[in-house]
């Protein structure tokens, strides 16, 4: 399995941006007083940045477990039981039709409402509170900014770290967003990370071979959950993910011009069947019991 996979590519693919990212994502972080941390309710272990607890530290936290509606809800369930047990604000949402959205802003207004206390003992003028969205790349800030915010207003660029015009967006009275997401690099020098994070989308297709993904994607997915991809393909598939991956391409008749499979073509179907949801609700992480 591991020569599947090429480390030595995953691990060139992101030194050059990161330091100059991780300088941006300190200096906009000092500017807010809550960090809203997005993580994919599928894989949330991968999709949390290996530094956030660090660059966050002395902030109020929310995380936020987005695409619940392509998770399966129990172990989203359980997901949740977890970070509640580790007295973390966690709420599931679903970015692209808003489901969610409001907890959020409860939960971001009942933090704030302790800090205006605390302002106000102290003696301290009111002023906005400002929060900021971090996260890997597509676990759908943007799309939830755009949520958040209300369509067409804002602005949701894509930009390592932050841009330097900041643009705040009033959210409610006294509780405003900027208006760029901080983009975190993932985990990458694990395996199972860097394969999970392929699956999902959330690092770069052509850093690792889509025909490398999809056999493991398939190889997992027959171990946890073969009857959801034998109702897919209406195929009764072997336990091998090769042998899998071929069966699937031929079912679906994807031939190339010499005659035999297209592997590049069928990869990339099971792909993108995975990530939308093709396969049914699917988790591809767990948390820690206990
Ligand atoms: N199914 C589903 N797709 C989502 C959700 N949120 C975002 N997406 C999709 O995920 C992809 C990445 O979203 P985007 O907001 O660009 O992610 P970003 O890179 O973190 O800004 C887009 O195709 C979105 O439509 C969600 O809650 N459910
Ligand atoms: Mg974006």
Request: net charge positive; no cysteine.
């Amino acid at each position: 399995m591991d020569k599947q996979i090429n480390q030595g590519k995953i691990i060139q693919w992101y030194p050059g941006h990161m330091t100059k990212t991780k300088r941006l994502i300190e200096e906009n972080i000092k500017l807010v007083d809550i960090v809203i941390e997005l993580l994919d309710a599928r894989a949330p272990y991968s999709t949390k940045n290996p530094d956030i607890d660090k660059l966050a530290q002395n902030k109020m936290r929310i995380v936020i477990l987005n695409k619940a509606d392509l998770a399966d809800e129990k172990v989203t369930k359980e997901w949740i039981n977890w970070y509640s047990s580790h007295n973390v604000k966690v709420v599931p949402i679903i970015a692209t039709n808003g489901k969610g959205i409001k907890e959020v802003v409860q939960i971001a207004e009942d933090l704030l409402r302790e800090k205006i206390e605390r302002d106000k003992a102290r003696g301290r003028i009111y002023r906005p509170i400002r929060a900021m969205i971090v996260g890997i790349p597509n676990v759908g800030k943007s799309t939830f900014i755009n949520s958040l915010v209300g369509k067409g207003t804002a602005k949701t660029g894509d930009k390592p770290g932050v841009t330097r015009g900041k643009q705040w967006v009033k959210i409610r009275k006294g509780f405003e967003l900027l208006d760029m997401p901080g983009i975190l690099w993932p985990k990458f020098e694990d395996q199972t990370v860097a394969k999970h994070l392929a699956y999902i989308g959330s690092i770069n297709d052509n850093i690792l071979d889509n025909r490398d993904i999809a056999i493991s994607l398939l190889e997992q997915g027959l171990k946890e959950f073969k009857g959801a991809l034998e109702t897919r393909y209406k195929l009764e598939l072997p336990d091998d993910g090769y042998e899998a991956f071929k069966a699937i391409g031929m079912k679906r008749g994807l031939i190339a011009a010499g005659g035999q499979l297209d592997e590049l073509r069928t990869a990339q179907i099971i792909i993108d069947e995975f990530r939308a949801g093709k396969w049914g609700k699917i988790s591809i992480e767990f948390p820690k019991r206990g």
